[in-house]
């Protein structure tokens, strides 16, 4: 069974940075598009950042300017740099991946567990 491990979360004063990463704990065949998602309580969840093999990214309206999303496809991790944070980006932040994980497998799209991240006024 596929996993993605995630990293990085904690508590923050705001104005302070963290930086995620996430990885799958197995080998993929094809990586198309990997990205973050966060859920704060009561809320819906909603787009953070998203990065395809190529390279183009696309950030959710707030986190523009303040987050960056990269990613290193020879590890097959991608890397979420958070900066500025506000008490407002507390939320569990969810790794995503969307690919082929065997050679015959249709593509689907894989999740991690979440990931806290709590940024303290």
């Known amino acids: 069974q596929v996993q993605l491990v995630e990293s990085g979360g904690g508590l923050v004063q705001a104005g302070g940075s963290l930086r995620l990463s996430c990885a799958p704990s197995?080998?993929?065949?094809?990586?198309?598009?990997m990205g973050w998602y966060r859920q704060a309580p009561g809320k819906q969840r909603e787009l953070v950042a998203a990065?395809?093999?190529?390279?183009?990214?696309n950030y959710g309206d707030s986190m523009k300017g303040r987050f960056t999303i990269s990613r290193d496809n020879a590890k097959n991790t991608v890397y979420l740099q958070m900066n500025s944070l506000k008490p407002e980006d507390t939320a569990v932040y969810y790794c995503?991946?969307?690919?082929?994980?065997?050679?015959?497998?249709?593509?689907?799209?894989?999740w991690g567990q979440g990931t806290q991240v709590t940024g303290s006024s």
């Open positions: 990065i395809t093999s190529g390279g183009s990214t």
């Open positions: 995503y991946v969307i690919g082929k994980y065997g050679l015959g497998s249709a593509q689907n799209d894989y």
């Open positions: 197995g080998s993929f065949f094809r990586i198309d598009t």
